[in-house]
């Protein structure tokens, strides 16, 4: 089975912290997505990356960004952490065609 | 970016009983998807549907990809306590790995 795993499943930082959540997956998949989750708005895509050093836009790109040195690895930067990005941060994986493999989800809040 | 239209938002039923969903888009899709997710964790890939028309079952759980292309439903036979999650549908609408996702439904079973 595809593992994804994110780094953290809970994180406190204080606002105006540069914040580094870490994503690898183990089966060789080109695309990874970087979403957010919050109560009654879904999923909303942050950020992808369908290669190494590859990195498109999501829907909601603003005060993140991304790094994907490694096939394996996807980062979630957040430059300048502030309260209004306190959510639910999920990575997933998927090889063309296929569904999205999500990781255990990391928690962030921002005081 | 678009939003799939998933409905009931929420669903409070008793244990034994038989629950519907289902999602609708403007767009035609390629494939529908529909995941789970437990509290606190990410979601987990339930039924992946590939054709118009396909009806596809997994355990207690049947889903259909329907004819237009445009919408698909998830049928949950004889609820248990252990199904209590948010429910999401997805779709991709080409040959890309990007998914559409739907708002999910939370479903409380009462024993």
């Known amino acids: 089975d595809v593992k994804v795993t994110q780094s953290s499943r809970y994180l406190v930082k204080r606002t105006g912290e540069k914040v580094f959540l870490e994503c690898v997956q183990d089966?060789?998949?080109?695309?990874m997505f970087w979403y957010r989750q919050d109560p009654g708005l879904g999923l909303r895509l942050i950020y992808f990356s369908y290669d190494v050093k590859m990195k498109e836009k999501g829907d909601i790109p603003e005060g993140y960004s991304v790094s994907r040195e490694k096939k394996e690895r996807f980062s979630l930067i957040l430059e300048s952490a502030s309260t209004n990005q306190t959510s639910m941060y999920l990575c997933?994986?998927?090889?063309?065609?296929?569904?999205?493999?999500f990781g255990s989800g990391t928690r962030l809040t921002v005081v | 970016g678009q939003q799939l239209n998933q409905s009931p938002q929420s669903m409070f039923i008793q244990e034994g009983e038989d629950v519907s969903m289902n999602c609708t888009s403007s767009?035609?899709?390629?494939?529908w998807l529909w995941y789970k997710q437990d509290p606190g964790e990410g979601p987990v890939l339930l039924i992946a549907l590939y054709k118009a028309g396909e009806l596809t079952s997994n355990g207690r759980l049947t889903a259909q990809f329907g004819i237009t292309r445009k919408d698909s439903f998830l049928n949950i036979s004889a609820s248990i306590p252990s199904d209590v999650g948010i429910y999401f549908c997805a779709g991709r609408e080409t040959s890309g790995s990007r998914l559409t996702f739907g708002e999910g439904t939370q479903l409380t079973v009462n024993p």
């Open positions: 767009s035609i899709f390629n494939t």
């Open positions: 089966m060789d998949h080109e695309n």
């Open positions: 997933a994986s998927v090889t063309v065609g296929y569904g999205y493999t």
